[in-house]
């Protein structure tokens, strides 16, 4: 079966008694969706094209777990530490359990959020997972729903939207456009004046973190394909051109290929080796 090639989980595998790492974990992204009453999900993604190229063509599970009334905080709704050490315990059963059964199952992400976390995964195998997520769920006193959606259905909440392109996921024509946080790092002045010329191009400012010196922006942007690689050829080297740097939490690769001391890929504006000697030689050819 095609899961079983993956880890349940993605997680970094240590030595327990010599802490040695015997594999790293896998790349993970935080994301912030914005409910339509302006509330907001957090949201943890496992970032393995692999794996979701492959959970593309097979069901995503959610996993909603009721929690305790004292679990939660009275401002925001949000799980408690108790209540995230509960939601947790259960996340761990479950893969040891998914994983002792050998049911082809895989860990996608999760979302924090109006009164819960929730869980995706995918499978091969509905009926044995359910049958053992609810055993799972029964051990640790949790109420569980469980919904099946498909990827591409979930993806504008639960992906970096750049994963949406890249995955070729078709997506529901009112998904298509959707609020998007974008984060930049850089010094104070250069990200004042990022701010100015973004606000010129509709975005909206949500904040300035000082200590760790990032702008957060938000915009209603298209998050398929080519729309959302237009976003960020716009925004990205407009940022470098500032001195800043754009995070990379939308983007597949992350921030470190926006890092000022690298050049910028071509994907994103930057100038090959090809393009630079065209732009000095006027290189042509018809």
Avoid at 87 to 114: S, V
Avoid at 151 to 170: C, F, R, T, Y
Wanted: overall charge negative; charged content about 25%; hydrophobic content about 40%.
């Amino acid at each position: 079966m095609t899961l079983l090639q993956f880890d349940i989980t993605g997680e970094q595998v240590s030595d327990e008694k010599t802490e040695e790492v015997i594999r790293e974990a896998e790349p993970h992204r935080g994301l912030v969706r914005y409910r339509p009453d302006g509330g907001e999900l957090f949201i943890h993604t496992r970032v393995n094209m692999a794996l979701l190229r492959a959970a593309a063509s097979l069901p995503i599970l959610l996993l909603k777990l009721t929690p305790r009334a004292n679990e939660l905080t009275p401002r925001d709704a949000l799980l408690t530490p108790k209540g995230s050490s509960r939601n947790y315990a259960f996340l761990e059963r479950l893969c040891e359990d998914l994983a002792a059964a050998g049911c082809p199952a895989c860990y996608i992400a999760e979302q924090h959020g109006e009164g819960r976390r929730d869980f995706y995964f995918t499978t091969e195998d509905i009926a044995g997972f359910e049958e053992v997520a609810r055993t799972a769920a029964e051990a640790l006193a949790f109420p569980l729903n469980l919904e099946e959606h498909s990827l591409a259905a979930v993806a504008p909440l639960i992906l970096p939207a750049e994963a949406i392109g890249d995955l070729g996921l078709k997506i529901a024509s009112d998904a298509r456009i959707r609020p998007t946080r974008f984060e930049f790092w850089g010094a104070e002045p250069s990200l004042a004046r990022l701010r100015a010329e973004l606000e010129k191009r509709g975005y909206r400012f949500l904040g300035l973190e000082t200590f760790s010196r990032e702008l957060r922006m938000m915009k209603s942007v298209p998050i398929d394909g080519e729309g959302f690689l237009a976003v960020l050829r716009e925004i990205v080297p407009l940022a470098r051109s500032l001195q800043c740097s754009y995070c990379g939490t939308e983007t597949v690769e992350g921030h470190e290929q926006f890092l000022l001391a690298r050049p910028l890929p071509q994907r994103y504006g930057g100038v090959g080796r090809g393009g630079l000697f065209r732009r000095i030689f006027g290189g042509g050819g018809s």
